[in-house]
């Protein structure tokens, strides 16, 4: 038996950390926050109790959403549905249709929508009519697949990876390679990254299909897969593949040198198009400037994929079977060419950095900051990699390749974890929405109870419950449920913990069964807040309910 050699043994290696690092990304817990669109606010407001039922719950969201079929529903207090018709979508306002019937009680709104930038947001809260009642019967959580998400961003890092494999061979044969070497090698190196290209593009749309649903890889239906190819996600990775198949049918005369003009200013013109496909279905769609991300995210694209490409063809190919009087011709050419491509990664990653992060603060407070600050590391080391070996080129390096292979081979190796973070990026809700959704005000919380006497039922709503004037809302009711008249409304506040005795407070009628006031509440504590309803010349009770001041 051979006894492995140290090269066999370092690809063993490397085969086996790639395998751990797939199985780390695929199968670790992810942190809870990737939804790429905030909830702003409701109508009615989450946990909130409303005299009557509205004719439409409303979600307002910050970015434009989408609803998932079948995903938005209200269930009423009698376990059924309440919704009616089919929700609708204006900008970024969800609107469902609440039936006409609906009795007092606990609603639970659960819904699941799509962001403009491809990603779900499922989530879901209760609002009362009448008196809260007992919770409606949960459906099954709504969540985003940890496992779904991990390994749509590993087939985006693939995808990445596949790119330069096309992009490197084409501008090399193209431009640059020598008319006595053999093109074996590297047509298969292109046609690889057509594959890789296409398979991850197919993928792309399947695991959009559960990604979108909250459904299992394994049960997805073919009206799931109709939603995505429906979707701007869909059409723009449909686009993607159709320019693939025009671009490996125009190649070829290129390649084999049968080509003219038009051939190539075609092939320039799908493969711009084909750039664009990949911002069309991400983040940028999404940005306070669409059209400035696409564009930018486009360039930056197509600049690391004839950067990194044209590395990969020095690496296995050009300095390893180029002679020197070829290498000393190539090397300049290549040298300017990667010193504009660089030049233009770099400037575009700065506008999309500058349109994603937003703020300083953002960058560091962010995950998505701090795998954007990785990148730029990493990328700082290629950059001086690629230094040392333009020194090389400069210095004669088409007589002694090997020192400059090394560089590219170290300049390959740091690019393959930046595309994987690249990946991880696109799966991580930008800096500049994480912000802002934590910077959002909390939906309004009032202070809501339910009160019972052998009389009657009372809904005691005080709203903020907070220091300072605060407006009470009350509602009488029957045992039934039914609106129960009142014929006399009184109420005091008081806070004993901090000698402050019974002070009464006004209570102005506005229907049979409806009653509001004001009250200065000027210390935090445990108010006291007693109401007496008096029904008729001799029914009349009293109910306290306790409201936490801060």
Known sequence: MTAPTPRSRRAKLRALLAAVAFLALTLLPASPAYAHAALLRTSPPAGSVVPEAPR????????????????????????????????????NVLSIGLREDAPKGTYLVSYRVISADSHPIPGGFTFSVGAPSATPTALPEEKVDTTIRNLIAIAKAIGYGGLVLLVGPVLVLTLLWPARLSQRGPRRVMWTGFGVVALVTLAGLYLQAPYSTGSSLTGVTGSDLGDVLGSQYGIALLVRLALLAVAAFLVRPLLAGRDGIVDRVLLLAVAAGAALTWPLAGHPAASPVPAVSVVVDALHLAGAAVWLGGLLMLALF????????????????????AALAVSTVLLAGVVSGLIQIGTPQALVDTTYGQLMIAKIVLVGLILAAAFFARRWTNNGAADNPRPLRRVVTTELAIAAVVLAVTGALTQTTPARTAQETAQLPAQPVIYSSTLTSSLYTLQVEVDPAKLGDNAVHLYAYKADGSPLPVVEWKATAALPSAGIEPITFPLLKLTDNHASGQVTLPTPGDWQLR????????????????VPIS
């Open 56 to 91: 439409d719950v409303t979600l307002t969201f910050s970015e434009p959403v989408s609803p998932v079929a079948d995903k938005i529903r209200i269930i009423g207090p009698d376990g059924q549905r309440a919704d009616r018709g089919k929700p609708t979508v204006e900008g």
């Open 318 to 337: 050009l300095l390893r079977q180029a002679d020197n009087r070829e290498l000393g011709a190539i090397l300049p050419i290549w040298s300017r060419w």
């Open 531 to 546: 109401f007496t309803l008096r029904l008729s010349e001799i029914d009349q009770d009293s109910v306290t309910a306790t």
